[in-house]
């Protein structure tokens, strides 16, 4: 019997400490991430502004500051794998982002 009881409290005890481990997770998720771009939003790379560019994954402030410097040196980007003309770009950049922007005149 006493060993009945104890199994329970100690399964009890691991299932508030997982609740607690998921909730601690979901907050840290919700809190700490950037703010990230949503599939339904994309960014025009020819009017996008640096923080703009930053909320792409894997663009930070250089990789963005790049991106500008392009477009206001060769001109409109004509499509979206021009990214890869940027340094700093490649083909496994394009391939993370290419999804979350678009090229508008």
């Not at 939003?41 to 991106?67: D, F, R, W, Y």
């Not at 410097?69 to 990214?83: H, P, S, T």
């Amino acid at each position: 019997m006493k060993k009945t009881l104890y199994g329970l409290m100690v399964v009890a005890a691991l299932g508030t400490q997982m609740q607690t481990a998921q909730a601690i997770t979901a907050q840290e998720t919700s809190t700490s991430a950037p703010q990230s771009v949503s599939m339904s939003q994309k960014i025009n790379l020819n009017t996008a502004s640096q923080s703009e560019l930053e909320s792409l994954p894997g663009v930070g402030a250089s990789k963005a500051k790049a991106i500008i410097a392009y477009r206001e040196n060769i001109g409109e980007f004509l499509e979206v794998e021009q990214l890869t003309e940027v340094r700093g770009i490649g083909e496994k950049m394009l391939n993370k982002i290419k999804a979350y922007v678009v090229v508008a005149h």
